[in-house]
């Protein structure tokens, strides 16, 4: 015969579910930006979440958190990779450079003078994204012509500058690259663009 589970009106019931074991805490280490990290992570974790939260990269960002816009590029072991789609696991022991680990010192990287002097861009939400993916171009083929540059970005989504600006961008990186030119110190004092304004 069905029995009928029955409560009193106004009494909550609580019915206990079989818990389900919570991830495996692991430690995790690689080499961020050139500097050997070590965190105990939850054995699921994903690389954008560990980066962001723990590794304090919050120039590597969460646009998607679905593998189509690109903003979440690291590199790892020399190549571009979505940190949104990457375990933690997979990345552990890996040499892995954020935007963050771009420049040199004070010495921006060539592209992220570029992005600058092009306009490349604007919100800048997207830019981090873009300047990884561009540095790793860059880094395996420092002369890429404008097909390699155009495939090497296709992953990566811009929704307010446009992508020539980019791609001019890219071009002048790789020509101060070819020629072996130096970026100058970017905290030197700049000429004032706009002499008088202080009333002289
Ligand atoms: S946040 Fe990773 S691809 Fe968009
Ligand atoms: S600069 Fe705004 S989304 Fe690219």
């Given at each position: 015969m069905l029995k009928l589970l029955t409560a009193p009106v106004g009494i909550m019931v609580q019915y206990s579910l079989p818990m389900v074991p919570g991830p495996e805490k692991i430690n995790w280490e690689a080499q961020v930006n050139g500097r050997m990290v070590s965190f105990p992570i939850d054995?699921?974790?994903?690389l954008l979440d560990i980066l962001r939260?723990?590794?304090?990269?919050?120039?590597?960002k969460r646009g998607?958190?679905?593998?189509?816009?690109?903003?979440c590029s690291v590199i790892i072991d020399g190549t571009p990779k979505l940190s949104c789609l990457v375990l933690a696991q997979e990345a552990k022991g890996c040499e892995i450079t954020t935007?963050?680990?771009?420049?040199?010192g004070h010495h921006l990287h060539p592209i992220q003078q570029t992005f600058a002097d092009c306009g490349g861009?604007?919100?800048?939400?997207?830019t981090p994204g873009f300047l990884v993916v561009s540095a790793a171009l860059l880094q395996g083929n420092p002369s890429p012509n404008t097909e390699e540059i155009k495939t090497a970005i296709e992953g990566n989504l811009c929704?307010?500058?446009?992508y020539q600006q980019i791609v001019d961008a890219i071009v002048k990186a790789s020509e101060i690259l070819v020629s072996g030119s130096s970026i100058e110190d970017s905290t030197l004092p700049k000429s004032d663009p706009h002499p008088g304004f202080s009333g002289e």
């Open positions: 054995s699921n974790a994903i939260d723990k590794g304090g990269s919050l120039g590597t998607c958190d679905m593998g189509t816009c690109g903003c935007v963050e680990g771009l420049s040199s861009s604007q919100c800048g939400f997207c929704r307010c500058t446009g």
